[in-house]
């Protein structure tokens, strides 16, 4: 039986179907053939899910996107008058950000549970390398172009670090059910452009989908439902053609995923009265 509260999904740090969107390859509302979140939605939609797309800002910092994606759950629900809590689907960043958002907007009674899938719970090498090399890039851009990158900063590990520390306990007692899942995938097979920093990830932290470790993703154990074999960009429903190479059919491949969203779906009742 569907859960009776929706089901939002939120993206992560930069959004690349807001390149998708502005050369129109639908006119359709409904379709999210192109959307960040691949035939996600309508696939939960077909299975009797409410489920909701949610936009929050590209690439801006935590506090940012915390914000917006609250406003987002305040639009959806009319301020929580036509659904009292909802569930929270989220990937890589936009796991951190629902964190950021139920902590500081003590919002533990209005998220029944939040499982993220590929989040840098601890942060990333990744960023670590980057904003050692480019770091200053970030407030050049601001300043230049009005473009805030600040949100690279809250993937670095330091800053997850001081994040879990400061949360571990409201996040351990209050009454939001965490579930965490991570995917993983050998070199070969990850997509292309994601061989670089796969190749630094794996040199600080082991296994891992392109940008975020197994570790991080899975944030603690006793959050952690299990691994998937998809890179970053698999895990929102894309295939890349480094499928190809371990034989995968792109429609059984992309089907898969889908059923893994049907499958966290599936399992969110029990988050309920």
Same mark, same amino acid.
């Given at each position: 039986? $569907?859960? /009776?509260? $929706?089901?939002?999904?939120?993206?992560?740090?930069?959004?690349f179907d807001w390149v998708l969107s502005r050369v129109r390859l639908s006119h359709r509302?409904?379709?999210?053939?192109?959307?960040?979140?691949?035939?996600?939605?309508?696939?939960?939609?077909? /299975?009797?899910?409410? #489920?909701?797309?949610?936009?929050?800002?590209?690439?801006?910092?935590?506090?940012?996107?915390?914000? *917006?994606?609250?406003?987002?759950?305040?639009?959806?629900?009319?301020?929580?008058?036509?659904?009292?809590?909802?569930?929270?689907?989220?990937?890589?960043?936009?796991?951190?950000? #629902?964190?950021?958002?139920?902590?500081?907007?003590?919002?533990? *009674?209005?998220?029944a549970s939040l499982t993220t899938i590929g989040t840098p719970h601890l942060g990333t090498?990744?960023?670590?390398?980057?904003?050692?090399?480019?770091?200053?890039?970030?407030?050049?851009?601001?300043?230049?172009?009005?473009? *805030?990158?600040?949100?690279?900063?809250?993937?670095?590990?330091?800053?997850?670090?001081?994040?879990?520390?400061?949360?571990?306990?409201?996040?351990?007692?209050?009454?939001? #059910?965490?579930?965490?899942?991570?995917?993983?995938?050998?070199?070969?097979?990850?997509?292309? $452009?994601?061989?670089?920093?796969?190749?630094?990830?794996?040199? &600080?932290?082991?296994?891992?989908?392109?940008?975020?470790?197994?570790?991080?993703?899975?944030?603690?154990?006793?959050?952690?439902?299990?691994?998937? *074999?998809?890179?970053?960009?698999?895990?929102?429903?894309?295939?890349?053609?480094?499928? #190809? &190479?371990?034989?995968?059919?792109?429609?059984?491949?992309? &089907?898969?995923?889908?059923?893994?969203?049907?499958?966290?779906?599936?399992?969110?009742?029990?988050?309920? $009265?």
């Amino acid at each position: 039986m $569907p859960c /009776s509260y $929706p089901i939002i999904l939120a993206h992560g740090i930069c959004p690349f179907d807001w390149v998708l969107s502005r050369v129109r390859l639908s006119h359709r509302p409904d379709d999210d053939r192109y959307h960040y979140f691949r035939k996600i939605r309508s696939t939960l939609r077909a /299975s009797g899910y409410d #489920a909701f797309h949610s936009r929050v800002s590209w690439a801006a910092d935590i506090k940012r996107r915390a914000w *917006d994606l609250r406003g987002e759950l305040n639009r959806i629900t009319r301020n929580f008058e036509r659904h009292p809590r909802v569930h929270i689907i989220a990937h890589s960043m936009g796991g951190l950000d #629902a964190r950021y958002m139920i902590n500081h907007y003590h919002m533990e *009674d209005h998220v029944a549970s939040l499982t993220t899938i590929g989040t840098p719970h601890l942060g990333t090498s990744f960023a670590d390398w980057g904003l050692k090399r480019f770091g200053g890039v970030i407030a050049i851009v601001r300043t230049v172009l009005s473009l *805030d990158l600040r949100g690279f900063k809250n993937l670095s590990r330091e800053y997850c670090r001081g994040f879990n520390r400061l949360w571990e306990d409201f996040e351990r007692y209050n009454t939001v #059910a965490y579930q965490t899942i991570a995917g993983v995938q050998p070199l070969d097979r990850t997509f292309a $452009p994601l061989r670089p920093s796969y190749r630094i990830i794996w040199r &600080k932290e082991g296994e891992n989908d392109g940008l975020v470790s197994l570790k991080s993703a899975m944030w603690e154990e006793r959050y952690f439902l299990g691994k998937i *074999d998809a890179d970053h960009l698999n895990q929102i429903g894309w295939w890349d053609r480094g499928e #190809a &190479k371990g034989k995968m059919n792109r429609e059984a491949f992309e &089907k898969g995923i889908r059923e893994i969203y049907l499958g966290v779906a599936g399992g969110l009742n029990k988050f309920e $009265p």
